[in-house]
């Protein structure tokens, strides 16, 4: 496929192509959140999955992830091992920032770069309109440019799915936009998205509904 070349050439390495979930149940708590949750998705494609709070969203994201284990059903990666493609091919960004406020913001985007195996921090600085931020320490930073400062490492660290719960939240209009088109490309270069969203993406996207 014309899209998934692009992308590995980019990221020099072998990609996820494809993500399957068969059947799919988490239970938390001694609650049981979803099950019989079906998804494909192929290169160049994006998912918004929505549903109440407290219906599992998030913890569908970290089972994709490998940090959630599933009441029953598998999910796979198409031809590529499931360590593998957990251990170097996705990117999960949680609805918190997951940043060290007194670290600056330089030093925050170097670090999550390195633990990613990239290091392109200025394209992605600049990209997200952080290059004069960057010597700020995160405290200062408004929750806004926070956000935005958790996605840069999306594009400091290229990798083939991205794994987003709520990540429009808190940007403006302006940004919302903004972050829609650095979403587009990625999925315009054979990346994936599935996204926990309450407010519509602003990319076209197949929509997953949990609910107990």
């Not at 998705?41 to 569908?60: I, P, Q, R, V, Y």
């Not at 994936?192 to 990319?203: Q, R, T, Y």
Request: proline share 3%.
């Amino acid at each position: 496929m014309r899209r998934t070349a692009k992308l590995s050439k980019r990221l020099g390495q072998r990609l996820i192509t494809q993500l399957v979930l068969k059947g799919c149940a988490i239970r938390r708590g001694g609650r049981l959140l979803f099950d019989g949750v079906d998804l494909e998705l192929a290169a160049g494609e994006a998912c918004a999955l929505t549903g109440a709070n407290g219906s599992g969203k998030t913890s569908l994201l970290r089972a994709v992830a490998g940090l959630v284990r599933l009441e029953a059903g598998e999910i796979g990666f198409g031809a590529m091992d499931p360590a593998e493609a957990r251990g170097d091919g996705l990117h999960l960004v949680g609805h918190a920032d997951g940043l060290k406020a007194a670290r600056t913001a330089r030093e925050e985007l170097a670090f999550w770069s390195r633990w990613c195996g990239g290091g392109a921090i200025g394209e992605a600085a600049e990209a997200l309109e952080l290059t004069t931020l960057l010597d700020l320490e995160v405290r200062r930073l408004s929750a806004g440019q926070r956000r935005r400062l958790a996605l840069a490492r999306l594009l400091a660290a290229p990798r083939p799915l991205w794994l987003l719960d709520e990540p429009l939240s808190p940007l403006d209009a302006r940004w919302r936009e903004g972050f829609g088109v650095l979403m587009a490309r990625h999925l315009a270069g054979g990346g994936m998205i599935v996204a926990a969203v309450h407010d519509p993406l602003p990319i076209a996207a197949k929509r997953l509904e949990l609910s107990a």
